[in-house]
């Protein structure tokens, strides 16, 4: 979320120039921010065209979307109970403008951190969720991200509910130095107790889910879904060439290749994610209530 004034007779010659050139009736006047581009299909949207799942009318493609956008397609209707909301970052590692970094972040995502977590219904099934925001810092995975999805993870165990964690991230946080990369043994050490209790984890691997994330949480899943398309690895394309020095197959780090290749249980298109997860845990709860008796 984004939170001047000149006297009509001032400002610069450069602003009389866009100003006279806006009203002199040669082209329609369009204001900013009504059109988007699909990066996958190139073409130019008008946004009112693109539905509340955020996706492209021309080539289906799936836009990234925030938290919020996400809970309001997956959860039951004011069932989400958020976790956490006010915990954000200190500067651990003393990184230079890293609090004018943070604050930037918080004003473009409207959230105080790379991740949202809380307890809701999906179909009337309770669970757990953390859901990434690729909007601030790229989804980013520093102290903070890793206390939350851990805490969330351990909210989970201990009301022995499921989680659901939708991950997108550029990686670990480089201004947080080791204590980001510390987030990866920290989450996955809660998620092995979570699944020592015989509780269901379920990962859906958004565009994109890269760098750390990917070694850790985000592959950890008893069932692993994807949305189309997502673009999911470890390293970037032109590091794992330079590494290697071999030629890459197309597309192999996106969910078709990795549901190929046995790294993905199911790609799920976005409109029928609500649908399939609520199966999912009512499907979980089954088997549980099966073996209790």
Not at 204 to 229: K, W
């Amino acid at each position: 979320m984004n939170f001047g004034f000149k006297k009509k007779n001032g400002g610069s010659s450069n602003g009389r120039k866009r100003m006279e050139k806006q009203n002199t009736g040669n082209g329609p006047s369009i204001p900013d921010g009504m059109w988007i581009k699909c990066n996958t299909c190139k073409a130019i949207i008008y946004k009112k065209e693109v539905t509340k799942y955020k996706l492209c009318p021309n080539c289906d493609a799936h836009f990234r979307m925030s938290p919020s956008e996400r809970i309001r397609v997956t959860c039951d209707k004011d069932s989400f109970i958020e976790f956490d909301a006010r915990m954000e970052s200190e500067n651990p590692m003393e990184y230079p403008y890293y609090a004018e970094v943070i604050t930037a972040a918080q004003r473009k995502a409207g959230i105080k951190e790379g991740v949202v977590t809380g307890r809701a219904k999906i179909q009337g099934e309770d669970t757990v969720l953390a859901i990434m925001d690729s909007h601030f810092m790229m989804g980013s995975m520093g102290s903070v991200v890793g206390e939350k999805v851990t805490r969330a993870i351990e909210y989970a165990t201990e009301h022995k509910l499921p989680i659901i964690i939708f991950t997108t991230s550029g990686g670990a946080r480089m201004q947080e130095g080791i204590i980001s990369l510390m987030q990866m043994a920290k989450t996955a050490e809660a998620l092995g107790r979570h699944d020592a209790a015989g509780l269901l984890y379920v990962t859906v691997l958004t565009d994109p889910t890269t760098g750390g994330v990917t070694a850790s949480f985000a592959m950890l899943g008893d069932i692993i879904l994807s949305e189309p398309r997502a673009l999911i690895g470890f390293a970037g394309q032109r590091v794992i060439k330079g590494t290697i020095h071999q030629e890459l197959p197309e597309g192999f780090q996106r969910a078709e290749f990795q549901l190929e290749h046995g790294f993905v249980d199911r790609i799920v298109h976005r409109e029928a994610m609500r649908e399939e997860l609520g199966k999912i845990l009512r499907l979980h709860k089954r088997v549980e209530s099966e073996e209790r008796v």
